[in-house]
Every structure is written in C-alpha cells, then in structure tokens.
C-alpha cells in the first residue's frame, strides 16, 4: 500500500487550499481514508475522515464548517478541501489509510498505512 499526499503550500489566513492523497497497492472499498495532521512543537492529531465506500465523514471540531474531505474513486484519490485558513492549521498534513471495521476514525493507532505528508503553512 502506498499513501502519496501532495498540495500543501504557503497561503494567507482566510485563503483555501486542497491536499491530495493518492492510494495505490490495494482495493480501498472497505477502509477509511483519514487526514491528520502535526504543528511544530505538538502532538500529531486528527483533522477528518472518510468512508471510501459509502462516502460517510467525519471532522475535529476545529476544522468542521470550513473543511470538506472527499474521494474519487476513478483516481483513488482522496482530498481535503481547507477553506478560510488560520495560522494555527499550518502543519504537515498525512493521509493515512484504516479498515473500515471498528470505531474510532480519530484514533491516530488504528490507521496501518500512512502517506509521506506535505507542508501546509498559513502566514498572517
């Protein structure tokens, strides 16, 4: 399995922008596609969420209303669309990949593959 996030950048507060993450190595229909992410100096944490079947997602509260996670199955690829920006979202962004089976689609343990991360910076 393979997790390639690209997209991340230099932005402004209130600006948007959308990572990518490109799965190879396996069929995804029964996992769920996780984004998270790890502020210099913090602990890694969970931003969003999201079933590859059925489309079902999840967000921290601190992203939720100004970030949407989504895929495309034609190109397994999932995205997380970032809008009206803050300086406290500026991290590395990984994209990390978990069965479907069980709870806790925020729980950094349960996700077995993970991507490479990209560098999200917002300046003010």
């Known amino acids: 399995v393979q997790l390639q996030a690209s997209g991340g950048g230099l932005v402004q507060t209130g600006d948007s922008l959308r990572v990518s993450c490109a799965a190879s190595?396996?069929?995804?229909?029964?996992?769920?596609m996780g984004w998270f992410r790890q502020a210099p100096g913090k602990e890694r944490e969970f931003v969003a969420a999201?079933?590859?079947?059925?489309?079902?997602?999840y967000y921290a509260d601190s992203v939720k209303g100004r970030s949407a996670i989504s895929r495309d199955n034609a190109k397994n690829t999932v995205y997380l669309q970032m809008n009206n920006m803050k300086t406290e979202d500026t991290a590395v962004y990984y994209c990390?990949?978990?069965?479907?089976?069980?709870?806790?689609?925020?729980?950094?343990?349960?996700?077995?593959?993970w991507g490479q991360g990209t560098q999200v910076t917002v300046s003010s």
């Open positions: 990390a990949a978990r069965s479907i089976l069980g709870s806790s689609w925020s729980s950094e343990a349960r996700y077995a593959y």
């Open positions: 190595g396996r069929a995804f229909s029964n996992y769920v």
């Open positions: 999201i079933s590859w079947s059925s489309g079902t997602t």
